[in-house]
Structure formats: C-alpha cells, structure tokens
C-alpha cells in the first residue's frame, strides 16, 4: 500500500538559511500534518491543511510557513534557521471521513540538522 | 482536549500480552481515545480508536471503561518489534484532527 513520502530524508544546513520540506500524502486522502520532534522529545504538533486550506495551526514559529498543492502535496518552508530548529520533521496525512474521526498515516520524516 | 495520563516504562516478555493503560478521568461524550506509537526515531503508527465499546482489529484491542475515565491497550502476543512508546491520545470529534502527544508509556519486549 502506498504510504506518505516525505523528502529530503535528511537535511543539513547553516544557522539563517532556509530549508523547504516535502510531503506527498497517500491518495486520496485530503489533510496533512507536520509535526515537529526534538532530541527526547514527544512529537508537537505545527500545522494542518484540508483541502488545500490551513485547517489548524500550532506553535509554528513566524519564520515558518506551509501550504498544500492543488494535488495535494505539502511544503514546509524554514527560513532563518536557528540550531533549535534541529529535529524530526513528520508528516502525516489522512482521509476525512466527514465524522471528524481521523487515522494519521506518518511519513518516515526528514531529519534536519542546523549547524 | 482531555489530558491523559499514562505509566512512563513498562516491561513485556515476549509471546506474553502487554496491557498498557491509561487515564483521561477528564474525558467528555464526544471524545475519542486515540493509541499511536512510535517505534525509535520512525514516524508515529496509529494502532486503534474508540469512543465507548470495546475494539479490536489486527494489531490491538482496546477496552475503555463503562465511564469512559480510562482504556487500556492489549498486545495479545507482543513479540520485540512491539518495543515502542505507546501514546494514548484523546480528542473530540469535529476537530481538525490534530494529535497533541504527551509523555507516553516506553514498551520494553524482552526475550
């Protein structure tokens, strides 16, 4: 069964660049997440999309913004990294079944590392 | 969304069933409890949910109380790919469907 991409897998870059993260959800489905875990930590949650739209949104720093494609792929755009941005990048994607029950299918997640 | 609380570490041997549980005393009609886990540094895997009766599919089952006050999460054979952290989850219905992972219970299998 097809399951969520995510890309790159790993990421490295300096403190003040800019990093943009890619996610393809599994078909047919028309929410994504993004989910960010530090070292130790329990995954948090950043921001969502439905159908294209931001449906819900976290502690996302300003420096970071999302959107959703027409087909349904998500990017996570990082700018002004900072060492604290360091971390597990997930996405998740799922189907909504118009009774606000969802089943998140995670992506691998891209691993970034601010130097 | 009601908070949940569950034990930091449990140990399981393997081919036995690992009962996991967990509190939401706070827990209201139109909520669901969620069980995820994430196997070390892979993206979280969602197990199963339920609102008020019991359920069971091909990796778990899941027992929530008549008060809906806490769950728990059945491994019936847990073998080592089983050793994970374990999130209990609660959330409404009609939200956007968002997880706010807490602590989490650390799942030992061990031979």
């Known amino acids: 069964a097809a399951g969520v991409i995510q890309s790159p897998r790993h990421l490295i870059k300096e403190k003040r660049e800019t990093a943009t993260l890619k996610c393809y959800p599994i078909?047919?489905?028309?929410?994504v997440y993004w989910y960010q875990q530090g070292p130790g930590q329990d995954p948090q949650f950043l921001i969502s999309?439905?159908?294209?739209?931001?449906?819900d949104k976290g502690s996302i720093p300003d420096r970071f913004s999302a959107q959703q494609f027409s087909d349904y792929h998500s990017e996570l755009n990082m700018s002004s990294l900072e060492l604290g941005d360091s971390a597990l990048y997930f996405c998740?994607?799922?189907?909504?079944?118009?009774?606000?029950?969802?089943?998140?299918?995670f992506g691998p997640g891209t691993r970034l590392t601010v130097t | 969304d009601a908070k949940t609380t569950q034990p930091p570490s449990m140990d399981c041997a393997e081919g036995r069933a690992a009962n996991l549980p967990c509190n939401h005393s706070?827990?209201?009609?139109?909520?669901?409890v969620y069980w995820y886990r994430q196997i070390h540094s892979q993206g979280p895997q969602y197990i199963i949910h339920?609102?008020?009766n019991n359920e069971t599919n091909e990796m778990a089952s899941l027992i929530i109380t008549e008060d809906r006050k806490s769950s728990t999460l059945i491994l019936p054979h847990a073998t080592l790919r089983d050793t994970a952290v374990y999130y209990c989850?609660?959330?409404?219905?009609?939200?956007?469907?968002?997880?706010?992972f807490g602590q989490g219970t650390t799942l030992q299998v061990k031979p």
């Open positions: 078909p047919r489905h028309d929410t």
């Open positions: 339920g609102l008020k």
């Open positions: 998740a994607s799922s189907a909504n079944s118009g009774q606000g029950v969802y089943e998140q299918y």
């Open positions: 989850i609660v959330s409404r219905s009609g939200n956007t469907g968002k997880l706010i």
């Open positions: 999309f439905y159908e294209k739209m931001q449906s």
């Open positions: 706070t827990i209201s009609g139109n909520e669901y």
